[in-house]
């Protein structure tokens, strides 16, 4: 008897759902694009966080979206989780080819191996592999950024404004790429300022990726670092970074935010205190890859964004760097010419 | 005959209620989200293609690995949660030592394999000894010493690591050709191959159930497991096979990302797969500890895990969702086994029952016997 019911029951399940997939099955089509067949087709391979984290994945969210306003692409987006095997990245490459979006951009040095492989075996295919050029080949461009030279600026900033003669950094996790910025904010500070001091913090160590996306993380190590005398405080750590903003809105003291402009993004009472940002335009690098697709302009090999292409640079929203703009522009001017040679490794 | 033949339906009765729960409950999620069932279930239930097999079956032998290790543990009823961090610091230092090259090929290997167990061991002896000689937990402690693994082994990559400039990626110096194991190209259709090291996997599970079921070594872990008086009375040394038990696992834990090394990867690395050892645990529990148990669970895993991986391209819908039906797998698993082996005990008294008063017609049970 009881068995009857279960199976029943079951059967009711399945009725229910079967129902609903034949509801919802006729929708797809309906918002998928309706412009003209030979539209483009851009494949999207996050990495992990993917569109929403304020940070580096929406920033090569952006330059997606301009692209699918500006030259009517259109595009498939999938994200990476966290912990996968190494087989997973590969096939989400494969699978967004296979659906027909052949161009692809992957998002994150993490992709290098897996862009390899894909590349090889997809020779029509046309991929960017943003922040790496551990993978190259025929149809692959590597589009990299001099974040040192961004940090350098931000670095000279920070010390120019700094009254303690104090500042503090903050990397997400410790790895090379976070390094770069590390080392280029001290620069930039000491050029200014050669006894200045500098507290230096990351939030956690490889494989543990969880400070790029932990705010708590962040503000402990933010309000440790005010307390310690430090009056203006960069955090290169993606979503944590958000932590940072809180402590200096409750401390009243300095913040710089990266990648994207955050005196935009961050709360509004926050704002004040987010001098300016490093900004590293991973959406400029997207767009122009998928224009020079529409364009059929494509040129293989590494692309680098650094502050003579205008692929890095500061924020000045605010009005906050209007006293010592004269001065960073001229740092900048040195570093375009040669003159100051950024360290890429602290 | 026929009581062998319930048994077995008993035996499968609990995975495959489990899974009906998991399908049931995962719709249910779907449909609150207002997500496509039905183009879920399809992306997940069609037939993997070639390429999608052979990543499977390679990410199954590394789970395998990893829930074999946790399952030494669970069967001593020690909760070994240190696989991950016992995996981690085993996998670097074999890559460190292999990526030097001092031994030709073949023998590279053998003895990098030899670091992984004898450091995997080692590193699950601390919380071992901590339990033998202080009385420790080893949750606790082996959750501590995953924590100082990540530091430890991230502190020592920056020290030895081979990072050719413009890479973004800190990694050991990558093995000589000489010493990667080739794969097998069992699946037609694809140009990628199976790890060497899938036989690797195989012979960790043989050799697990032949110790555990016919050495006197194995009968001393399940009697301690089971209860520990009962082991004490019959001479074991509980406190020993605690220590043992522990370094066996870790030994094991230190095999699980050979695959990867030898296999793919090369090197140890800032992008090394994470969570193995928690991925263990769960498939451990699915695999009720049982070598071929295991082997359905890890296929299991590995299956949701690459299927899933396309869900955002055909279906719109997130690929964590894969993590949903997982979790919802192992908590009903669990239940089911209960629930099953609650019914099994009933049919079997009513079995009994029936016999005893059919054998002897003429003696009726006595009143308030269990029945």
Redesign the interface.
Known sequence: MRRMRVAAAMSVAALALAGCGSSTESTPGAGGASSSAKALKIGMAYDVGGRGDQSFNDAAAAGLDKAKKDLGVETKEATAVNGEPESAREERLQQLIDAGYKDVVAVGFAYAPSVKKVAAANPDAKISLIDSTDATGPNIVNLTFAEQQGSFLVGAAAALKSKTANIGFIGGVNTDLIKKFEAGYTAGAKAVKPAIKIQVKYLTQPPDFSGFGDPAKGKTAAEGMYQQGADVIYAAAGGSGGGLFTAATAAKKMAIGVDSDQALTAPPAARPYVITSMLKKVDVATFDFIKSLTEGKFVAGTKIYDLKANGVGYSTTGGQMDDIKAKLDAYKQQIIDGKIVVPAKP | MKASLRRLGLALAAPVLAL?VAF?VT?IVL?LAGD????VWTQLLTAPRP??I??II??AS?YYLSAIAVAIGFRMNLFNIGVDGQY?IAAFAAAVFAGQGWLPGPLNIFVSLLIAVVVGALWAGIAGWLKFSRGVSEVISTIMLNAIA??L???M??KVAD??T?????NTKLLPPSSRVPGFALISGT?NKVYGFVLLAILVGVTYWVVLNKTRFGYDLRATGRSETAAVASGVNVKRMVLTAMLLSGAAAGLVGMP?LFG??FSYG??????LGFAGIAIALLGRNHPVGIAFGALLWSYL??QG??L???A?V???L?FIIQGVIVLAVVIAYEVVRRAGLRMEQRNVARQLSSDQPGHHLPEGAPV
């Open positions: 009906v049931v719709s449909l496509p069932v039905v183009a390429r999608l052979v990543g390679n990410g590394v981690r990540t530091g082994v991230s502190f990559l920056f990072s050719t413009g890479s973004n990626v800190t140009p990867l793919q990867d800032t992008t090394f797969q994470p969570g895990e690459q991986n396309g955002q391209i055909t719109g997130s690929s964590e894969v």
